[in-house]
């Protein structure tokens, strides 16, 4: 079975600075997807990139990158210039070729963003 | 505005009441999920349907109860329910279930069992 770990349920970061939250998976598919959705209070699931194992770019959106480290089974979000709409829950997932669209979440990494 | 609705977004019942949870999808999705999240515990995804057809039931008891009409809308409905029950039930949709479609979440409907 597949897991997702979050290693840092919170995390804090200043105004304009640069943040990353860790994530790290276990699998043995070859074919898989990892996600990084945002929770803000509001309570709706936002996703805020995807990247396909098969390519080996790091995907981005904007200020949001990702580090994925396939051999290592890391897949990290950057927030670059963090702004106070950044703070909330983000959980790290992952869906594989077993699973369909099924997403295996992470405990989520609680984000404050101070002024 | 989100494509993914649920209503109503706040229900308290009591143990022995029966509701029912409504969710409404408007991107054109077939595939639709319910999941739980409960405090300090990952999201559990509780039920998928696939084309109106039930494709995962992911060991939730029966006093929960779903219901796919058609491809747009999903159901869950509730009935003696318990305490431990009271979560954030959140409503999504996709594409045909498929390794790597982007799931959309709707904003969730809150749950309270007294």
């Known amino acids: 079975a597949q897991t997702v770990t979050q290693s840092q349920p919170e995390m804090s970061v200043q105004e304009a600075e640069t943040v990353t939250l860790s994530c790290t998976y276990d699998?043995?598919?070859?074919?898989?997807?990892l996600f990084w959705y945002k929770q803000p209070p509001s309570r709706q699931m936002i996703l805020v990139i995807r990247?396909?194992?098969?390519?080996?770019q790091n995907a981005t959106e904007n200020r949001f990158s990702v580090n994925f480290q396939k051999a290592a089974k890391s897949f990290s979000l950057k927030i670059s210039d963090s702004q106070l709409g950044d703070a909330a829950m983000y959980f790290c997932a992952y869906s594989g070729e077993t699973s369909g669209s099924r997403l295996t979440f992470g405990e989520g990494t609680q984000l404050t963003v101070n002024p | 505005e989100t494509g993914v609705t649920q209503t109503p977004r706040h229900l308290v019942m009591g143990m022995t009441n029966k509701k029912s949870l409504k969710c409404e999808q408007h991107l054109g999705h077939n595939a639709m999920y319910w999941y739980k999240q409960s405090a300090k515990k990952p999201l559990e995804l509780m039920f998928v349907y696939n084309f109106k057809e039930q494709t995962e039931n992911n060991s939730v008891p029966s006093r929960f109860s779903p219901e796919c009409p058609n491809s747009s809308h999903l159901f869950l409905h509730l009935h003696t329910l318990q305490p431990e029950d009271s979560a954030l039930y959140l409503c999504?949709?996709?594409?045909?279930?498929?390794?790597?479609?982007?799931?959309?979440f709707g904003e969730g409907s809150w749950l309270t069992v007294v």
């Open positions: 699998t043995s598919e070859s074919d898989y997807y």
């Open positions: 990247q396909e194992a098969y390519k080996q």
């Open positions: 999504a949709s996709s594409q045909p279930t498929g390794p790597g479609n982007t799931i959309y």
